[in-house]
């Protein structure tokens, strides 16, 4: 008898830690869906600055990820699109993460007078590069490569020459 009331007592710690198990599953169901929702939105914001949807999504979930960025800029009139592929510097990134250094990134060329960025340039801006702008080459210090060796986004917005204002936007510095 106290056999059988050690394994009823064990096989009932078993359906608790299941049932324990699946409901804990089950409440994770919609944060993935608002991570979806969240990851879908911030890509949304940042596809004209990337050129495309598909760029923007790419840029997102790389950033996200910590996973291989690649990125496509159409071809111009006859000519043949490129491609930009590159690691993050900075591994994965939080939300929050991501959205600062997309809005860093895209105030930096906006500085340097470059609106609509090809894969090379938002690979330069975000780890590191040079570029050329309309009024010559310049040198990025990257982001996300400010971000690898611990700078805080204040001090990586200052590096920029952008400012960051106390909402989180960001936009080009008064004076550089």
């Known amino acids: 008898m106290k056999k059988h009331s ?4 064990s096989l009932g710690m078993a359906v608790v830690l299941c049932m324990s198990c699946f409901f804990a599953s089950a409440t994770d169901l919609p944060s993935a869906a608002s991570g979806d929702q969240e990851s879908t939105a911030l890509a949304d914001t940042y596809t004209d600055f990337a050129g495309s949807s598909g760029n923007a999504h790419a840029l997102v979930d ?3 990820a910590g996973s291989r960025i690649t990125l496509v800029t159409p071809a111009a009139s006859g000519g043949r699109s490129t491609r930009s592929s590159f690691l993050p510097k900075t591994g994965k990134l939080g939300y929050a993460n991501a959205r600062m250094a997309l809005a860093l990134a895209q105030a930096a060329l906006a500085k340097a007078q470059i609106t609509r960025p090809t894969a090379a340039q938002i690979e330069a801006v975000l780890n590191g590069g040079a570029i050329m702008a309309p009024y010559g080459p310049a040198q990025m210090p990257g982001v996300l490569a400010l ?3 611990g700078q805080v986004w204040g001090n990586i ?3 920029l020459g952008v400012k ?3 909402d989180g936007n960001v936009a080009a510095a008064d004076h550089p």
């Open 6 to 9: 050690q394994l009823f007592s």
């Open 157 to 159: 917005s200052k590096a």
């Open 147 to 149: 971000r690898s060796q």
């Open 62 to 64: 790389g950033l996200l």
């Open 164 to 166: 960051l204002p106390a």
